[in-house]
């Protein structure tokens, strides 16, 4: 009989300091006080590429369109207008370069001169070979222990680093430097003082930008997989948990199972239990917090009772508006409030005394994943978020949207269409990813007709 453990309640509210992820070239004291993020692009030694056409150093310009009301100041908090406190001249890169130097390429596009044209696929985790699993595994390790090339994170506000003139970085791991980025996006807003936040904000939950943030996150970690490994082939599997009894993806050769001697803990056989968490608690200052907890099943009641079942699904894929209302939480027949958990997915009313849906699968897992700044932490999210991103994508292609269903203005802050999401570098505009995931070069299994499985396909699941 195992003993039941509630770890922690997702989307609790938290005293959190405020980290950050920048382009190594860009974090030099000369960068913060010029205010400019353009860095030479090694193809020709020129800024962002400049002497080969693939980009051009520009001011950064900003939406002036108003935001909701759940977030009461301006001109505090770092993540304002994105990225205008840290700099204001970026990398603008042209064609399909992309990257904070334009030495990369959009989304979808390959090779040297980014003209080739490739569509990866997403499969459902299970579906792969026992080989495709370890490889899936050992990439997932290779992350976490390999130091980024590319970017540090900051280890204090503009305001502490002397407004630039005393850079305050350190380095991170590839796999942790995505746990930073989504700490730091969901951090509560820091008011002076000890314990004086503001936890009614978020600039990648509880408002539009929910699905667009995730995707982009998804596809730099995707990115970021096939630069360290050299596997341009690799994509994110996603798990589809719709009616799963409990955590088919908690195995040794998956994502860990648990251990026998503490069931908050991952069992020895798995390589993810000696993971050390990052931004886990009321402090993240850059060092180690513990080992990676979860206890599946375990969860307090009263929030989920439940995984979601494939009549939830299919009824809030049936919500053909995007998002309603004030655009938060208490937003009603809202397919994004309640896709991501706060709208009821029998009735599609908002501000749910249960968590639904995909808030409803952190909460399952009971431990690392179920604190919202530091879920990352649990590889488990990546196949988590997979799915939920694949869900977005069958709302698109069943309601196919017209751009202007995505807000303008009025959505709570961060989250209008033309504000660049935080805290990325290069630049992403909200309004970019409200579209099909085969524009931006993916796609799904379970999206796939039969007529669409090419022979390639077909071998990967031999």
């Known amino acids: 009989c195992k003993k039941k453990t509630v770890i922690i309640n997702i989307y609790s509210n938290q005293l959190d300091m405020t980290y950050q992820q920048f382009p190594r070239s860009c974090a030099s004291r000369d960068a913060l006080l010029s205010k400019q993020c353009c860095p030479p692009w090694d193809g020709d ?59 990369e390429c959009k989304f979808g596009y390959f090779g040297i001169n980014c003209n080739e044209r490739r569509e990866s696929l997403r499969r459902n985790i299970f579906h792969m070979s026992r080989s495709e699993r ?28 002397g407004n630039g003139s005393n850079p305050m970085f350190t380095n991170v791991s590839v796999y942790d430097l995505f746990v930073w980025i989504h700490y730091y996006v969901s951090r509560s807003a820091l008011l002076g003082g000890p314990g004086n936040v503001w936890t009614d904000v978020d600039f990648a939950h509880w408002a539009p930008a929910f699905l667009p943030w995730h995707r982009v996150y998804l596809l730099h970690w995707e990115h970021e997989i096939r630069k360290l490994t050299g596997d341009t082939s690799f994509t994110i ?40 968490v990052k931004c886990r608690g009321v402090l993240c200052d850059a060092r180690d917090e513990g080992q990676l907890r979860r206890n599946p099943g375990n969860h307090n009641r009263n929030l989920v009772e439940r995984l979601p079942t494939s009549a939830e699904v299919e009824f809030t894929l049936s919500l053909a508006d995007y ?80 751009p202007s269903q995505y807000p303008a203005s009025n959505a709570p802050v961060g989250h209008n269409s033309e504000y660049h999401m935080v805290p990325f570098i ?20 379970n999206l796939l007709s039969v007529s669409e499985f090419s022979p390639p396909f077909i071998f990967q699941f031999l």
Not at 135 to 159: C, E
Request: proline content about 5%.
């Open 134 to 161: 370890s490889r899936l595994v050992s990439y997932l390790n290779l992350a976490k222990q390999t130091m980024s090339r590319d970017y540090v994170v900051a280890t204090g506000t503009y305001m502490e680093m």
């Open 426 to 445: 290069p630049l992403h505009r909200n309004r970019e990813y409200f579209i099909s995931s085969k524009d931006l070069g993916y796609e799904y299994t």
């Open 323 to 402: 998002d309603t209302g004030a655009m938060d939480r208490s937003a009603n027949m809202s397919f994004r409030n309640t896709l991501e958990g706060f709208g009821d997915p029998r009735t599609g009313l908002g501000n749910s005394a249960r968590m639904n849906m995909h808030a409803a699968l952190h909460v399952f897992m009971n431990g690392s994943m179920s604190s919202v700044q530091g879920s990352a932490n649990d590889p488990i999210f990546l196949l988590h978020h997979a799915y939920v991103d694949s869900l977005y994508e069958q709302w698109l292609r069943r309601h196919t949207p017209l």
């Open 45 to 103: 030694g020129s800024a962002c590429g400049a002497s080969s056409g693939r980009g051009f150093c520009e001011f950064v310009e900003v939406t002036d369109q108003p935001d909701g009301l759940q977030y009461p100041f301006s001109g505090l908090d770092d993540r304002e207008k994105w990225p205008l406190v840290f700099y204001n001249r970026t990398c603008q890169c042209a064609g399909n370069f992309m990257g904070f130097n334009c030495g």
């Open 237 to 276: 599997p996603y798990w589809d948990w719709r009616d799963a009894q409990g955590c088919d993806v908690c195995t040794d050769d998956l994502m860990g199972d648990q251990s026998p001697q503490d069931p908050n803990l991952l069992s020895p056989g798995s390589v993810f239990s000696s993971w050390r």
